[in-house]
Each structure stands twice: as C-alpha cells, then as structure tokens.
C-alpha cells in the first residue's frame, strides 16, 4: 500500500511567497496548507498535524518566532518539526529563530535546493534505530559532541577554530571530544555513542565532501542516531548545496559566531529529545493498549471456557450413550464383513481351482483331438472330431472367461504396458473372427479412420480380449445381416489419444430395462437367451472390469429388435514406432528357421531359451561365457547371437567388441544383448561395443519374437528408450509389494514346452536361487562377489517369473554398487532368503498340478 504523501504547512503572510513555496513543495510530491498569519495555523494545528511547518519570521500580529514557542509549549505539537523563513540572514534572526526552538533556518534568498535538502532532512527519520522498549531514555543529560578537524589543516588556524568550538560548547554543558581527522572519528565512533559530529571542513572541497560522506556511511553502519554539522571555517569556499547532498544534517558559516552553532546544535539535540520522547510515550501507550486487550481477551476466554466445559460434559454424555450404540453396530458390521469376505474367498478359490482342474485335462482333450484330426478320417468320423473340437473350444473358452473373472475378482489382474499400433490389434481381431462370420452366413466388415503411423503405449493382449468379446456376441447375437467393427480417433495431441472401439450388429438387440444389467457378472440380455444361445454371462463383466483397469469406459446403445452397438473409450500415451513394429513382427509374421547362438552362463536360462527358440524350429548352439561365443562366432555362420552381459571368463560387452573385430561376414552377425541392468548408461555402453538392440531380463518372449522377425526381414534395430535413470537403484516400491510368482510368465512357459520339463526347470530356478544366496553369504560382505551374484540371480528367476526374489535380488546389487553398509546388506540377504522360503511354497503347487498335468490319464 503506498504512504500518503508528507503535508507540509507553509505560514508566509506574502501571497507571491506562498505560491512560490507551494509549486516548489509540489514538484517534490509533497501536499501543502497555507495559513496567511500565525492565528490562523495554529487553528489549523488543532485538526490534523502536518508533518513539518515551513514559518516566516516576520509575521504580522503573532510573530514566527512566537508561533514556534507555542508548538514547543503545546504537548501534542511539541515535536513538530519547524524550518523558520526570513528575508535577512543576520545573526539576531538565526538567534530569535533558534531561540523560540526552530529545528533550522533558512533565508529566502537561499536557492530552493538548498531548502528543499533542509525540508528532506527534517522529514526523514531519525538515523539509526529507535531506542529499545525497556531502555530508559533520559530527558536530561549532557549532550556528548565529537568535533572533527583534519590533522593536515592545523596550520591554517584550524586548531584555533576548534580549540575556541571546544571551549564553547563545553560551556553549553556539552562532553567534546576532538579528533584529527575522519578515520580517527570514525574510529570513535565505533568504540562510543554520540549526540552531535561538528566537521570543520578543509580547504580541499573533494576531501571535505569525502569525509562528509565517510562520516554518514559510518551513522548508517553502526545505526547511530547522531546529527553530522558542517562548519564551514572560510565563508564561500564550500557549496553548501553539494556539502548537504552528501548527507549532514546542517551547514554553518563560522562567521556566523559560535552562538549561531550553538542554537543550531541545540535545535537537533532538542529535535531528537522530542523524538525519542514521542517514541517513548507510542510504546507506553502501545504496552498499555496491549494490556488492557490481553484483559479483555483473558474475560472472553474464560467466558468461552465456562460454555466449552459444559457443551463437552453435555457432549461427552451423548457420546457415551452413543458409543455404546456403535459397538454394538460395529460388532454386527464386523461379523457380517468377515462372513462376506470368507464368501468371496471362497467364491474365488473354487471358481479359480476348478478352472484350472477343468482347464488341465481339456487341454489335452484339444490336443488329442487336433492330432486325430490330422489323421486319414472317413468324412464321418472327421465330422466327430470337428464337433468335439468346436465343443471343446467352446467349453475351453467359458473355463477361460471364469478364469479371468476370478483373477479380477481377487486383484490379480495384471497389465502389460507395450507399444503397440491399434490398426494391427483391431486387424488381428477382424481376421480372427471373419472365419465364423463365414460359417454363419454373415458380413464381418470394418469402419476404420485412418490410423497408419499411430502407435500407442498400452496392453495389445487386453485390448485385443475386450473386442474378441464384443464381436463374439454380436455373431452369436445376429442371424442375419452384418457386424461391422469401427475405431474412431475422438482425441489426439503430441502426448496422447482417445480410441473409441465400437461393434455395431444387425441381431436382436436388447430391451432398455435390460441394458443397465448386462455389464454384471453371470447376466445376459434375457433369461432365456442364455439357454438359446448358450454362455457363461461373464464376458461383458470381464470386459468392464478390463476397461475399468485400463483407464476407459464402456457403453451399450441398444433397441430390441433393431440391433445393438457396444463401445469402449480408452485414454491411451502415444508409444515409438519401432517398438510397434517388432511386437506386429513377433504377432504376425512366420519367422523362418535360424540358425542362433546363446551366451549365458546360468544353465536355467540357457535351458529355457533353447526350448522357447527350438520349439518355433529354430537350430541352437549354447555356450556359457564370452570366450567361448567368440571362437563359436569365428568357426559358425550365426544368424543371431543372443548375447549375456555378464558372464565368467569375458563379458558380453568385451565379447561383442571382439566379434565386431573379426573377418566378414562373421562381424557383421546381428548380436541382442540379453541384460537385467536397466541403467541408462550401462545400456549406452553396450550399444557402443557393437550390440544391435537390449532385451531386458526377464525375457518378454513377444519381444524376442518380434527381434527376431526383425532380424530375418532386414529391419533396422535399436535399442529401447531408457527408463527414467535411478541413481542407485534403491527407490521403487517395495520388493515385498512383488508377487511371489508372475502367473502369466509361467502359463506362457507351459503353453510352448512340455509340463514335465518346465517343472524341472522351475524346481531347479528355486534351487539355483538358493545356492547363490549361500555363496553371497560366504562372500562374507564382498563387493564384487554381491554384485556378480545378485546380478545373475535378478536375470534367473526374472526369466522363470519369481519377481520377488527378482526385485530383491536388484535392490541388493544396488545396494553393493552404492556401498551400503553391511547392516543394510544383511538386512536385505535376509529378506531374500524369507522370499526364497516363501517362493519355493508356492511353487509347491505349481509343481503339483504340473505332476498331475503329466500323469497318465
């Protein structure tokens, strides 16, 4: 908020005068009054006080000396600052203007510079601070005055001057003290307080001005409250416009004589006395205001404490009566909450137990029934097998829907997060279904805006699942006419889109009361269409919930008998192209055989990586270190080499570096780098040793698939945009928020090799884990040896689906990189061995039920 402007009040019987004072006053942004005679502004005072008064001396009726007497005499206009005005600059009118207590004086034939320096430092406050609320500020004392005189100027009579000063003012009841020089006084002045410093300028104008200065650095350094006084010893040597502007308080003309100095000392000490007076009797008023408010407020607490007290014995009363009401409800919510609880487990439980039960042997019924279709049949029996295979694939499809809900139902959803291009998802799901559209005589056709080059960061699988749902019922829900499947692009920036996927169909269609249930679990569009039609009534459910996780909403616009759209909206972040491309390669192109080279040195991984690459007709080489890939790459023409990172013997990096050095066309062989470390940097660094493309651990099998095709079609490669850096790779979420077992990892294994030999191979990953948490301990808290093995460890049981010996087996790498204590190290090697123990549990019933799936029927 800006300060008003200072008012300024100007008592000057000249009208000329006046006006000349208040334009001058004006220009400077101050306000003015003008009183004509002395009577006249002292009626003013009795109103609002200005913050100087601007007085002529020769005043008709009441003089301007006898004005200032009566604002000294008045209590409430004491401290007024006074400037007195006179046509003469005679030494008896600076004697009645000091006398009657003017603060300065100034002749009317003085430039208006030189007056307005004398107005700027009347109004300024005072230097230094404000004395402290309980020091004790005494009305009368001897003024203590410090007289400055430079030392190089004695022989010009200076010491005479101020001898003559000293003598003077010590008889004015003043404490003089005499330096030679600014730096001395200076020097004193640090060391003890004073009221007045009287300079007794030098010839020299420069080193007057700059000892003037020094002088009103030093007051407003150490926060003094003293009035600088120059005393010009040669009348008109020194401007005193320029001595002013360098910040004293007054400008004297010793040929004025000592009285005149005198009168002007005394009007500053009077001016400061008055001052600290006001502040002095503010504070007192202040306390005694304080004071009286902490009265009042004391009242008003007590008063309020008396009404609290009985409003919270009222309070408590009602709340006890209260409380005894809500135990009772509590106990009953409890009980019938823990009732619902044990239900939905239970619901889960068998719903989940028995789809895999089921699930088990109907898988090989399919597989059986696919062998014995690919038999020489009589047009009979291949219709028997064909009907047992639609059967089971029908029955295989309800298993799974009941499956799915029953992980939705007990949070064990999982998304995946891929790039991926929707056109192709979209595209996948139209060429799945043109075949039954087909068989039942139907159109299956697509509106679809135009999507090429969009590529989005979300889950292919679930998106793919949700519109698989939606055109299977509306084949199933159509006799005749068409389904079309459309993919409108509702919102598009730099970061993201919005896809509106939509099924539109020709069928039944669904009555309104209808529309609002077919989103729950076991409901469909009429009680009977369950027996005509057939189904569980849990694929709108599971794609509701599918959306729900995925970010989306889902709807329904209906008429019975007029057909029905079903749509879902999904928010999704634009992804890179090049991803898109190899997860389009691993889905939908036919890799050919190969001929590829794997370097790991764990055997679990190695064993693994065989199979999955042999069962897609691949030819495998394997090989435990960097040294020996490298003579394996010199003596074979490898399609690809699958390349660890850290191995025994040579790493990857140095090993890759030294295939790139051999003779063509061995150097060229695409190499992927098959690493756990996330890091940035690290990433970089193998890119640099010759290295195609990082394939983090665990291994995504689509990715290498996609790689793959990649690598057979001529693609180029890159490597994957780096995750956000973590410096020492110790933040996250907690290890024990992982899954013991990443379910999705372990059914894909079981779907590409046989179930004996991926339970040997988990049974051996639990027992590895294990072995290489007992040589870490045996390390007995060595760096490199926690390193190695939790490195190797992390990619192992990544690979086979233990995430949370994985995430723990990461966190102490970490730990061991950033130079942890061994408190911290321990505390980790225990909680992997918790989760080993846990694990290995758990596993027990994977194992089981892949004893059972083996087991002659």
């Excluded at 068409?482 to 269609?509: F, K, S």
């Excluded at 080279?597 to 007709?617: C, F, H, K, P």
Aim: hydrophobic share 45%; aromatic share 2%; charged share 25%.
């Amino acid at each position: 908020m800006t300060e008003p402007a200072p008012k300024i009040l100007i008592v000057e019987d000249s009208p000329t005068q006046a006006l000349r004072l208040q334009l001058t006053l004006e220009q400077q942004g101050w306000a003015t009054m003008s009183s004509a005679s002395a009577e006249d502004a002292l009626a003013k005072l009795n109103g609002e006080l200005p913050a100087l008064a601007l007085v002529d001396l020769h005043l008709p009726g009441i003089s301007g000396d006898e004005f200032t007497r009566r604002v000294r005499m008045n209590m409430r206009t004491r401290s007024l600052p006074t400037l007195m005005l006179t046509d003469s600059d005679s030494l008896e009118s600076q004697r009645r203007a000091f006398e009657s207590g003017a603060d300065d004086f100034v002749p009317k034939s003085a430039a208006s510079d030189v007056l307005l320096l004398r107005i700027r430092n009347l109004l300024r406050s005072p230097a230094g601070a404000a004395p402290e609320s309980d020091a004790a500020v005494p009305e009368f004392r001897r003024s203590r005055t410090l007289v400055v005189v430079d030392v190089t100027e004695v022989d010009r009579g200076r010491a005479a001057i101020a001898d003559r000063l000293a003598v003077h003012l010590q008889q004015e009841n003043h404490d003089v003290t005499v330096v030679p020089g600014g730096e001395m006084a200076v020097a004193r002045l640090g060391a003890n307080p004073y009221d007045c410093v009287v300079v007794l300028l030098p010839d020299s104008v420069e080193t007057a001005l700059q000892c003037c200065r020094r002088l009103d650095d030093a007051r407003r350094s150490l926060g003094q409250a003293f009035q600088i006084v120059a005393l010009e010893p040669t009348p008109g040597l020194h401007p005193p416009l320029g001595v002013l502007e360098t910040g004293v308080d007054d400008f004297v003309d010793a040929g004025s004589g000592l009285q005149i100095l005198s009168a002007r000392l005394g009007a500053h000490l009077r001016r400061r006395a008055m001052q600290e007076e006001a502040i002095r009797r503010a504070k007192e008023e202040a306390e005694r205001q304080r004071e009286l408010e902490q009265a009042r407020e004391l009242a008003r607490t007590a008063e309020a404490k008396a009404k609290l007290i009985a409003a919270l014995e009222q309070s408590n009363a009602e709340l006890a009566a209260a409380n005894l009401r809500l135990r009772d409800v509590q106990a009953e919510l409890t009980q019938a909450k823990e009732t619902a609880e044990r239900a939905a487990r239970a619901k889960t439980e068998f719903l989940a137990t028995m789809s895999h039960e089921i699930r088990t042997p109907m898988t090989g019924v399919l597989g059986m029934a696919d062998l014995l279709a690919a038999e020489d049949l009589s047009p009979n029996q291949l219709h028997y097998v064909n009907t047992i295979r639609r059967s089971g694939a029908h029955l295989l499809s309800i298993i799974n829907d009941i499956l799915d809900f029953s992980r939705i139902e007990a949070g064990r959803l999982q998304l995946e997060t891929i790039d991926f291009a929707p056109a192709a998802a979209v595209d996948h799901v139209y060429s799945l279904m043109q075949p039954q559209a087909t068989e039942r005589g139907l159109v299956l056709r697509q509106e679809v805006d135009d999507l090429s080059g969009l590529v989005v960061h979300g889950d292919p699988t679930r998106l793919r699942q949700v519109l698989v749902n939606l055109v299977g019922n509306a084949l199933k829900f159509t006799a005749r006419g068409e389904v079309v499947i459309g993919v409108d692009l509702r919102h598009a920036d730099e970061q993201a889109v919005v896809l509106r996927i939509w099924v539109r169909d020709t069928g039944i269609g669904i009555a309104a009361g209808r529309q609002a249930a077919l989103f729950s679990a076991f409901v469909q569009g009429d009680a009977s269409t369950s027996r005509h039609y057939g189904g569980s009534g849990l694929g709108l459910a599971i794609s509701k919930r599918l959306v729900d996780a995925m970010g989306g909403t889902i709807g329904v616009e209906s008429e019975e008998g007029r057909g029905s759209l079903f749509w879902f909206e999904l928010p999704m972040r634009r992804g890179q192209l090049v991803d898109a491309a190899l997860q389009e390669a691993a889905e939908s192109d036919a890799v050919p055989p190969m001929r590829i080279l794997v370097a790991d040195d764990v055997a679990v991984n190695r064993e693994l990586i065989s199979t999955m690459l042999t069962r897609q007709g691949h030819q495998v080489d394997l090989v435990e270190n960097g040294q020996e890939a490298v003579e394996q790459a010199a003596r074979v023409p490898y399609d690809v080499i699958l390349m660890d990172v850290q191995m025994p013997v040579m790493d990857g990096a140095e090993a890759t570096a030294r295939i790139r050095r051999l003779p063509s066309p061995q150097a060229g062989v695409p190499i992927l780098a098959l690493t756990a470390n996330v890091m940035a940097s690290e990433r970089e660094r193998y890119l640099a040793a010759g290295m195609n493309r990082c394939l983090i651990k665990p291994i995504v099998w689509s990715e290498l698939f996609g790689a793959l095709a990649a690598i057979a079609r001529g693609t180029p490669m890159r490597s994957d945009p780096p995750a956000a850096p973590d410096p020492d790779g110790l933040q996250g979420d907690d290890p024990v928020e992982q899954p013991l077992l990443d379910e999705r990892r372990i059914e894909n294994m079981a779907a590409k090799m046989p179930a004996s030999m991926l339970r040997q191979m988990l049974g051996r990953s639990i027992e590895a884990a294990g072995e290489c948490r007992q040589r870490m301990l045996a390390g007995d808290g060595e760096v490199a040896v926690l390193i190695a093995e939790a490195h190797k460890l992390k990619g192992s049981a990544g690979t086979v689906g233990l995430p949370r010996v994985t995430a723990l087996a990461a966190r102490i790498e970490a730990a061991a990189r950033a130079g942890r204590d061994q408190a911290v190290l321990a505390e980790l090697l225990d909680r992997l061995d918790r989760a080993i123990i846990h694990t290995r549990a758990a596993l027990g019933d994977v194992l089981r039920a892949l004893d059972g799936s083996s087991a002659p029927s």
